[in-house]
Each structure stands twice: as C-alpha cells, then as structure tokens.
C-alpha cells in the first residue's frame, strides 16, 4: 500500500516520561524527548527502546500547561546507540477525556491555515515570506506555503546510477530534524506510475514511525474528535 495521506502529526519537542506496564505489576520508568505528536500517538527519542508491542503509560505536559497521560502501546522500536539516541513510535489507546479534548484543540490549532500578518524572513542570503501563526512568550511560529511540494504534484525524476528516469506523483511530504546535528532533511515520497505495478506494497518495516496500523488508528480518532467536536458546537449554539 503507497502512503496518500498521513495521520495529521505535529513537530513536538518536549520531555515525556514513560512507565512500562507489566502483568507481574513490576514497572520501569523511562525518559525520553518527542519527536512528533498527533491525536493517534507520538514518537519518542530515548536512549532505551521498549520491544514493539510492550504497553506503556505515557506522560508529558503541553506548551499551555495540560498534561496529558495516555496508555499506549509501541508499534515500531529502534535501538539506541552510545553516539545516538533510538526511538519509539507509540499509538494511544487510551486517554482521559479532558486531556484528549485539550490535545485535540493544541494539534488542530497548529494545523490550521495561517491567517496572521505577512513577515519577511533572511535566512542566510535566503528570503521567505510567511504568516505569523501563534507566539508564546518570545517564540513565534510562522507558516510558509511550499505550493510546489502540493501533494499529488507531477515529478519528473532524472536518472542516477541506480533510478530510472520517469514520471510520478508527490504522495507525501516530511521534515526530519536530526537531533545531533540539528539540520532537517527534507523527505518527499513519489510514486513513479511505471513502478506502480512492479511495487503494490509499501515496505512498512523501514520507517520506524509511520505503520498502517498507526494510520488508520488516527483516523478513526481523528473522526471521533470531529464528531465531538460537532456535538459541542451543537450544543453550544443551542444553548445560546
């Protein structure tokens, strides 16, 4: 299966705590930093990786306070190492309805369309013209449009030692920040239309952090919370 579209997820850094569940009720604590968050989990860097499958609890704070504990369980680990830490891509199974209300609110606010007053960045001997997002404190968040890295945007790909040239379509887009470095790495998956036939399959077991599983997870919560969102908003204006 190609990936079209992938379950909404956020840029994230912040500390988490995780704590293993096990049957025998003995528990070891975990610390680790997020990677990524969205409403069907997270992706947590840590020098200790759980097994793929272990259950955990989840603890980690919001920019506006809330924190959140979630139940979860790890769908794809990779080991540390001594230069490097691994990580852990984790889907929530379970989490308390005030804290999931207020995380839902945290991540759709960051996906919305930018609507503020146009800034001009220089970066470097590079200008960027964007839109003011949100600020908290003396951080600002600003959103620039890519429309040439629009999803579904026709590629032409020129050869190489190993690729054939051809045609195909932008399926989707990622930035990776690499935490040593500090210099994100821009990932854009194609779909090439004469390798469509000879590849049915996306090869889940090299991407640490997206799985089918976790998509259609996040699918099914990302329609959950719009439906309780449409429930509040009723009754919102019905009482009004």
């Known amino acids: ?7 909404p997820r956020i840029f994230f850094d912040e500390p988490v705590e995780l704590r293993q569940v096990l049957d025998n009720d003995n528990a070891s604590t975990i610390s680790g930093r997020a990677l990524n ?6 992706y947590v860097r840590s020098h ?19 924190v959140v504990h979630a139940e979860a369980t790890v769908l794809r680990s990779t080991p540390g190492a001594q230069e490097a830490p691994g990580g852990m891509a984790l889907r929530f199974d379970g989490i308390e309805r005030e804290a999931a209300y207020e995380l839902d609110r945290f991540i759709e606010e960051r996906l919305q369309p930018a609507n ?6 220089q970066l470097g001997k590079t ?12 951080v600002i968040s600003v959103d620039a449009e890519l429309p040439f890295l629009k999803l579904g945007s026709l590629v032409d790909v020129h050869p190489s030692e190993h690729i054939e040239p051809g045609a195909g379509e932008i399926r989707w887009v990622a930035v990776h ?11 854009i998956g194609i779909e090439l239309e004469q390798r469509a036939a ?9 991407d640490p952090i997206y799985t089918a599983e976790f998509a259609e997870h ?13 429930r509040r908003r009723g009754a919102a204006s019905a009482s009004a």
Request: hydrophobic share 40%; glycine share 8%.
């Open 1 to 7: 299966m190609f990936r079209h579209d992938l379950a």
């Open 37 to 42: 968050l969205s409403i069907g989990g997270m």
């Open 48 to 66: 200790l990786s759980l097994s793929p499958q272990a259950r955990v609890e989840v603890r980690f704070m919001l920019p506006t306070g809330v």
């Open 116 to 121: 503020g007053e146009t800034v001009r960045l």
């Open 127 to 138: 200008r960027v013209r964007a839109r003011a997002q949100a600020s908290w404190g003396n």
């Open 177 to 187: 920040v690499c935490p040593d470095s500090g210099v994100p790495r821009l990932n």
């Open 198 to 206: 000879e590849l049915p399959e996306y090869d889940e077991l090299n």
């Open 218 to 230: 996040a699918r099914l919560r990302d329609r959950q919370m719009r439906d309780a969102r449409k």
